[in-house]
């Protein structure tokens, strides 16, 4: 025997004490109806006017973002949706697509009033519904909010990492070929006659050179001191190519020097010296090319321990603000250079350590100077600046940009749960709320002073537990 509505209702875990008398009210004023698979429930853009009891069949909710849609989940049969007493949504942000035949009861928000005079604990329902709906769409909202933070991060990170190791790749590579090629050019340093005395002599050239790398040379002078090696190893009748002038320059290489091993050498036997000279700097210039690109992944894989700080408890302890915050802007280089964003400190050392939970003040951080990078997209020349100041027992940061400003009717609003001006897709709504969370919980204080060309975020935390 097929179940009334009543008993149908009576199924749903909200609805269960709700007196017979008042769902029976409820289906006297709904709509009665199927939508077969493949319909809307209802789409983006609709006015939130009816609340939906779903007796049989199941929906996708769908959001579109700017670049894809995203499946916030399915509703099936027992689940209640649309508008619920007190809430303030308007229009409906998502899509609701019917995957299995739908069977619907629908109420009309017009008849709200009349629902909270008559029917209590039917509201009240209605209401722990809307409660637990909150809730679990509040959850949904923060954990999208880490989602899309750790995409940034990644997508930089990635970015910061793939250029080191390609060098390290491409550094393997051609020192692989260049070290196939030794043996030729050994075979004609060998068969050269020189006493312990001169083969030293010409190793101490070499290695001073080594050890006294000078500093980057511009285009222009590059090119004049290879003119003049070139010039030189002409007059001396030694064949030569390209990389060996290159070579020698890059490491400082004078006429004195080659004058010096002309000495030791004899002239016949200079060109096969040099040469091995030469195919001992491009090792040397491939090594330190793989060891600086190392060192630079290295250092990223610190600033992403330390970003997380994954390895300590999530409690409060003593820990160094600026470390923080220079890991935080390591994790968005990538946007930043992108953005071609100067980056300026003016770092008080003597703060000294705050008490603070590591993790969770990067977030904070994060998610203060992405927005500020955001909101500098089309500033010519932008500057981002940082700024830690010791006052009295207190540490204040300062986070400024000097973007076109915030808004007064957004500024009243921007700690909202919900609220963003980011376009769908590149915010939750849920950053700066989480950041007045985090500093609360960390007894401080943020406050905001925007106007066209300078926005300040300051914060004021206590320097002692």
Same mark, same amino acid.
């Given at each position: ?29 709904? =709509? ?99 409660? !637990? ?20 991060? !990644? ?174 802007? =390591? ?27 590591? !993790? ?5 951080? =994060? ?60 915010? =939750?709504?849920?950053?700066?709320? #989480? #950041? ?30």
């Amino acid at each position: 025997m097929e179940k009334s509505l009543v008993e149908k209702l009576q199924s749903f875990e909200q609805l269960k004490d709700v007196p017979p008398e008042q769902l029976q009210w409820l289906i006297n004023h709904s =709509t009665h109806y199927t939508l077969p698979e493949g319909e809307y429930l209802f789409k983006s853009g609709n006015p939130i006017d009816h609340t939906y009891f779903i007796l049989q069949g199941a929906y996708r909710i769908l959001l579109n973002t700017s670049n894809q849609q995203m499946d916030l989940g399915v509703n099936e049969e027992g689940d209640i949706t649309g508008y619920l007493p007190f809430s303030r949504g308007k229009n409906s942000r998502a899509f609701g697509l019917v995957i299995r035949d739908l069977e619907v009861l629908t109420f009309p928000k017009t008849l709200e009033k009349e629902l909270i005079a008559n029917n209590y604990e039917l509201t009240a329902a209605l209401v722990q519904a809307m409660t !637990s709906r909150v809730r679990e769409f509040t959850a949904l909202q923060k954990q999208n909010e880490k989602m899309m933070a750790l995409g940034k991060l !990644s997508a930089g990170l990635a970015h910061e990492l793939n250029n080191p190791a390609a060098a390290i790749v491409r550094g393997s590579s051609e020192l692989r070929k260049h070290l196939q090629l030794q043996p030729e050019a050994f075979k004609k340093v060998i068969n050269i006659k020189m006493t312990a005395e001169q083969i030293d002599g010409v190793n101490a050239i070499l290695f001073n050179r080594l050890q006294s790398k000078p500093a980057p040379l511009s285009l222009m002078e590059r090119t004049e001191c290879e003119d003049e090696i070139i010039d030189w190893l002409e007059d001396h009748n030694i064949p030569h190519d390209e990389d060996t002038a290159e070579n020698l320059v890059e490491f400082g290489f004078e006429e004195e020097d080659f004058d010096k091993i002309l000495e030791l050498v004899p002239e016949a036997d200079l060109g096969p010296v040099l040469k091995w000279i030469s195919n001992n700097l491009t090792t040397e210039r491939l090594v330190e090319d793989i060891q600086e690109a190392s060192d630079r992944i290295s250092s990223l894989i610190g600033s992403v321990k330390s970003y997380t700080h994954m390895d300590q408890a999530s409690e409060r302890h003593m820990a160094d603000v600026h470390q923080g915050i220079r890991n935080t802007l =390591t994790m968005l280089n990538h946007k930043i250079k992108k953005s071609n964003i100067t980056v300026e400190y003016n770092l008080d050392d003597s703060i000294g350590d705050i008490p603070i939970v590591v !993790s969770a003040m990067n977030q904070v951080w =994060t998610n203060v100077i992405d927005n500020a990078i955001d909101a500098m997209e089309n500033t010519p020349n932008p500057v981002l600046q940082i700024s830690t100041i010791k006052d009295g027992n207190f540490a204040k940061i300062q986070i400024i940009d000097n973007g076109p400003g915030i808004p007064d009717d957004v500024l009243s609003r921007i700690w909202d749960p919900f609220f963003t001006t980011k376009e769908m897709g590149k915010g =939750t709504g849920m950053g700066l709320e #989480v #950041v007045q969370q985090i500093v609360s919980q960390h007894y401080g204080k943020v406050t905001v002073h925007s106007q066209p060309g300078r926005t300040l975020f300051e914060f004021c935390f206590p320097r002692t537990i």
